[in-house]
């Protein structure tokens, strides 16, 4: 409920970590969660739940459904389920088996004017679940679960369809028994959706070589309150705006997608993830650059700053030689990898890197899915941890680094929480990268607002700079205060227009993405 994924795999933190926040930090007694989480009462007409059965979807409104529907997974979402406060569950969780149904669903909740969430594997860090309800007649969570099936796979176009509540590790499995992989890897992987990857814009930690999850879609169908949307005749189109594009990243808000069409690969042979030290960010950080635009560019590049790069060589208890650490991954042929290794070696050490063999990227694939494990682990020890993403062109890079940075550790030293902050690039294009923030600060009396201004201070640097307010976490709620001016009043007039036509009562993820 408040805590992440699989409870056998909860984390402890390492002494050395701990002896770190306890010298750096002025922890508090930590506060355990409390035990009883406080369910609003459901407010769901009987008439509207009705409505709702007729659909043939199944319809649950027990408590222990409407719980783990209750929020996503961001530092906030289980900041307020370990205080016992679950404001946002939904009256009732809808679980349709087929587009036909999702249709019907929505039809339903049209007509009686019911908020409706579509919920895939429920790892929103942004808000992204938590739905307007004032002026419903109530609220529900469209489950997806049950859209899990691999419908086509076209081993000629090297394309597959997918339901679109079918969980990242089942699709590599299905395509595996077939020599294929979509190669889509974000943190979340082991419990989201394509679904969810679409309509957020995923990028996985592979996407130096297999491209973001919306580049990855060719087809999307999609179900909304006045019929449905079939998208992606071809590759690419001349037929006009491609419409695919106004859907992903949709967050819901336009309609379900219910079937997710993507590109998918052959499943490498070989696979090498390599370690390489840099004396400083700057550096490391053009090293970057030079690879993302001119080659060889490996499936996996990252590079962290000094202070990630040290924190995590004292959780591993490896290296701790300074400078920064850049893990790249290489997957293909054996040729093909045996190629640009020595390709990749005579480059970077060209451009200042310092060779450290295979071990430090086997730590990185080993723990790569852990991290939020350990965030359980540092809000049980009275620790503040959360994280800011964003992206820009290399050339403001070096401007938003240290003004995001410098944002959230003033923010949080202000309310007597100095913070830990560290950066790392993991997404990489020929004309910019993303960059994700980590942040550690004692938790203060009350950590939502703690965080809250914290976030706000990060958001304004992203805005000042130049830089997007997401890169691949979304818009949920928490980004809206940036997102309209980010885009500019008439392309948000333009969505709105959309939304009137695909969902004109607005009984779609209202709050979300548009307000």
């Known amino acids: 409920m408040y805590r992440w994924g699989d409870p056998s795999r909860a984390a402890t933190l390492p002494d050395a970590v701990r002896g770190l926040l306890a010298s750096v930090l002025d ?25 709702l059965e007729e659909s043939g979807a199944r319809v649950r409104t027990d408590d222990a459904a409407r719980l783990s529907h209750a929020a996503g997974k961001s530092t906030v979402d289980l900041l307020r389920l370990r205080a016992g406060v679950a404001a946002d569950a ?20 049209d007509a009686n004017r019911i908020a409706v969430v579509a919920f895939g594997g ?30 086509d796979l076209d081993p000629v176009s090297r394309t597959a369809t997918f339901e679109a509540g079918v969980r990242a590790p089942r699709a590599e499995e299905l395509l595996a028994t077939r020599g294929f992989t979509l190669g889509h890897f974000p943190q979340s992987f082991e419990y989201a959706t394509l679904g969810g990857f679409a309509a957020t814009r995923s990028s996985g930690q592979a996407s130096a070589g297999y491209g973001r999850f919306d580049q990855m ?29 106004l859907l992903l990243g949709s967050e819901g808000v336009f309609g379900i997608i219910t079937e997710v069409t993507v590109q998918i690969r052959p499943t490498p ?58 893990i790249t991954g290489l997957e293909g042929t054996e040729e093909r990898v045996a190629a640009t290794e020595t390709a990749l070696t005579d ?39 959360e994280t800011v993403e964003t992206a820009a062109f290399w050339s403001a890079l070096p401007g938003t680094y240290p003004a995001v940075r410098d944002a959230l550790a003033t923010a949080l030293a202000g309310r007597d929480t100095p913070a830990l902050v560290w950066c790392h690039i993991s997404h990489v294009y020929p004309s910019g990268a993303s960059l994700y923030f980590t942040v550690l600060a004692a938790q203060a009396a009350d950590p939502v607002a703690q965080w809250g201004a914290a976030k706000a201070a990060a958001g304004d640097a992203i805005a000042a700079t130049g830089a997007t307010i997401s890169h691949h976490h979304g818009i949920g709620r928490d980004h809206l205060p940036w997102y309209g001016a980010e885009i500019g009043p008439q392309a948000t007039a333009v969505l709105r227009g959309v939304k009137d036509v695909l969902d004109p009562h607005g009984v779609l993820n209202p709050g979300i993405l548009l307000g």
């Not at 679940?129 to 099936?149: E, T």
């Not at 004292?314 to 290296?319: E, I, S, V």
């Not at 451009?351 to 694939?365: C, K, N, S």
């Open 347 to 385: 480059r970077l050490t060209g451009l200042g890197g310092r060779p450290l063999g295979p071990e430090p990227g086997r730590a990185w694939l080993r723990d790569r899915f852990a991290a939020p494990y350990l965030r359980d682990a540092l809000l049980d020890a009275g620790v503040l941890v």
């Open 27 to 51: 922890l508090p007694e930590p506060r355990p969660p409390v035990p009883v989480v406080a369910l609003p009462p459901a407010a769901l007409p009987g008439r509207c739940l009705r409505a």
């Open 269 to 326: 042979a070989a696979r090498r993830y390599l370690g390489w030290r840099f004396s400083d960010f700057a550096t490391a950080t053009e090293a970057t650059r030079a690879l993302a635009q001119d080659g060889p560019l490996p499936a996996v590049l990252r590079c962290s700053d000094e202070v990630e790069t040290a924190v995590n060589a004292m959780g591993a208890g490896g290296d701790d030689s300074g400078g920064c650490l850049m």
């Open 217 to 245: 879609v060719v087809g999307l169908r999609v179900a909304t309150p006045t019929g449905t949307l079939h998208l992606g005749r071809a590759p690419h189109s001349a037929a006009g705006p491609d419409l695919r594009q």
């Open 90 to 109: 939904p009256d009732a969780v809808v679980e349709p088996a087929d587009h036909e149904q999702v249709v019907a669903v929505l039809r339903a909740c």
């Open 122 to 151: 429920g790892t929103s860090v942004v808000g992204g679940l938590r739905a307007r309800r004032d002026g419903y007649a109530g609220l529900v969570a469209l489950d997806l679960a049950r859209l899990d099936r691999l419908l």
